[in-house]
C-alpha cells in the first residue's frame, strides 16, 4: 500500500463525509482490504485530489455520471458529500432536472427520491 496516496484519499474523503459515513465505508476492507485501498488511493487520492476543479465541481460531475449510470446505489454517499462539499438542496435538485432531459424521467424521478429521502434524514 502507498500510505501517501492512501493518506490522501482519506483526507479528501474527511472534507466530504462525516466520519460515521467513512467507518461505514471502511467496512469494504472486510470484503477485499485490495479494492478497499484501490478506492480511497486511486478514487479520492488520485482523481479527487487533483487540482483544477474543486471539490464542489467533481461531485457535480460525479452526481450527473452516476444518475446517467443509474447507478443509484452510491447517489446517497455522493448526494451528503455534494452538500459537505458546498453544494446546495437546490443546486443539487436542479441538477437532478437538468439531467432529466437527457437521460429520462425514470432516472430522473430515482434520483429525486433519493435526494429527498437525504434532505429529509438531515432536517
Not at 437546490?90 to 437538468?98: C, G, P, S, T, V
Request: glycine share 6%; net charge negative.
Amino acid at each position: 500500500m502507498e500510505n501517501n496516496r492512501f493518506n490522501t484519499g482519506k483526507s479528501i474523503i474527511d472534507k466530504m463525509v462525516s466520519p460515521e459515513v467513512f467507518d461505514h465505508m471502511s467496512n469494504m476492507k472486510n470484503i477485499s482490504a485490495d479494492f478497499w485501498e484501490m478506492i480511497v488511493a486511486f478514487g479520492f487520492g488520485d482523481v479527487y485530489a487533483r487540482e483544477g476543479l474543486s471539490l464542489e465541481k467533481r461531485e457535480i460531475i460525479t452526481l450527473t455520471t452516476l444518475i446517467t449510470q443509474g447507478a443509484f446505489d452510491q447517489l446517497e454517499f455522493h448526494i451528503r458529500a455534494a452538500l459537505k462539499v458546498g453544494l446546495s438542496q437546490n443546486e443539487i435538485k436542479e441538477i437532478i432536472i437538468q439531467c432529466a432531459a437527457y437521460v429520462g424521467f425514470p432516472k430522473a424521478v430515482h434520483a429525486m427520491q433519493i435526494a429527498g429521502s437525504v434532505f429529509k434524514n438531515m432536517e
